[in-house]
């Protein structure tokens, strides 16, 4: 947790300036958007194999390499920043994608790794307090991101940009460090072996142990019901997310200073909301949480083209920011449960993929509209998507809830 703390400062820097330091270069919005969404596609072609890997041969060997591959990387772009290594970044890293601090297409590993240290009827709180403090850090990022505008007095033009990027090499190194200090449990090790399973699928029954025919049925059930309401989610907030700076600064003509004080302001909430969604969680249940938290996020998602200045778009986005990501660590312990530790790995990749893959279409769309004028139809056009996912993860995965505290495990 404290890694991916770290990692989430240098990730939030990037997300909220990395746009806009592509457009200081004469990127066109359609050449950005193009970049983000080929960014999230190859993440999620990549952390679709990680994950069964990871079950493999560990965790732990997976996340070292992902961070020395970063740390070469970024080494490169502060050396040579021309398109080809910022695009490689991207590809490989998630360079502007902001991942909350998980480790781009290794976070299956790193979700894994956790849940498997975690007892199951503690999972949801410790997943949803593990995200707040990669939203901590985002905002930390966001802050230092909104500096831009100070150090332009001695590094003019993009190279203004370029402490993030020192930033995110340094953050590399010490993660490193880190995760190389932290024993992982294999096998049948660990605080969670010998523990009851997780309510759902993998919980076994009458159909026997977790390798079972007809409980590995019904998890494969599951991760494809779960996969197929993700991608729905995720085409959605694909379409104005990433190019959010982009269209801050073209509505409204602000820049890299008040785009920073509005990402900061959102994460810090956020993470006081997702430690207050485990809460809830544990009283009503992750479906019901999630589904009335989202209806309220449409309606303000809706409105923010809407906005005559500046400020209230900003605070649309704030409250519908938190209401939706509030849920984020209660989402990934859901989905991690659905299965046995022996495929949790798989789990993650899946859950990955079935966001990278839609998200990737989001950029590139968003940014041909808004290159065409069409600044506000991708906001419409991701309300309507959020309105599904509402309601089909209202209905569909209902009977995969996690009980609230001091109910049994719901039932078809």
Do not use: K
Not at 77 to 104: E, H, I, K, Q, S
């Amino acid at each position: 947790m404290a890694t991916r703390t770290l990692r989430s400062v240098a990730q939030g820097a990037l997300a909220t300036d990395f746009v806009l330091y592509l457009r200081a270069m004469h990127w066109p919005a359609a050449a950005i958007g193009a970049l983000l969404g080929a960014a999230q596609l190859a993440g999620g072609a990549l952390g679709l194999g990680v994950g069964p890997l990871s079950d493999r041969l560990g965790r732990r060997p997976l996340l070292l390499v992902y961070q020395i591959g970063l740390a070469l990387c970024t080494g490169l772009v502060l050396l040579d920043p021309r398109g080809t290594v910022l695009v490689a970044g991207a590809l490989l890293f998630g360079y502007g994608l902001g991942a909350n601090g998980a480790a781009g297409p290794f976070s299956p590993a790193e979700q894994a790794w956790l849940a498997r240290h975690v007892p199951a009827v503690e999972r949801g709180s410790v997943f949803s307090l593990n995200a707040a403090l990669g939203f901590c850090g985002m905002g930390a990022g966001s802050i230092l991101a909104g500096l831009v505008p100070l150090w332009a007095r001695w590094l003019p033009g993009p190279a203004a940009f370029s402490p993030l990027f020192w930033l995110t090499l340094a953050v590399a190194a010490a993660n490193w460090w880190q995760i190389a200090r932290l024993p992982e449990a294999r096998g049948d090790e660990g605080p969670t072996a010998g523990r009851a399973a997780p309510p759902g699928p993998s919980s076994g029954g009458a159909g026997g142990g977790a390798d079972a025919p007809a409980v590995r049925r019904e998890e494969n059930r599951a991760l494809a019901l779960l996969s197929a309401v993700n991608a729905v989610n995720a085409l959605g907030i694909g379409i104005f997310a990433p190019l959010l700076p982009y269209w801050f600064a073209a509505r409204y003509g602000v820049g890299a200073g008040a785009v920073g004080s509005v990402f900061a302001v959102t994460f810090f909430l956020t993470a006081a909301a997702s430690v207050a969604t485990g809460e809830l969680v544990a009283r009503i249940g992750l479906v019901r949480s999630i589904v009335a938290l989202r209806f309220v996020g449409v309606a303000l998602l809706a409105a923010m083209p809407f906005m005559p200045h500046f400020s209230w778009a900003a605070a649309l986005y704030v409250v519908r920011s938190v209401l939706n990501r509030g849920s984020v660590g209660a989402r990934q312990a859901f989905g991690v449960g659905l299965v046995g530790d022996r495929r949790r790995g798989l789990a993650s990749s899946l859950n990955n993929v079935s966001w990278s893959l839609p998200a990737a279409a989001g950029p590139a769309l968003s940014g041909w509209l808004m290159a065409l004028g069409s600044l506000d139809l991708p906001f419409y056009l991701a309300a309507a998507l959020q309105l599904a996912y509402a309601v089909l993860f209202g209905t569909v995965m209902r009977r995969y809830d996690v009980p609230a505290a001091g109910r049994g495990p719901r039932t078809a």
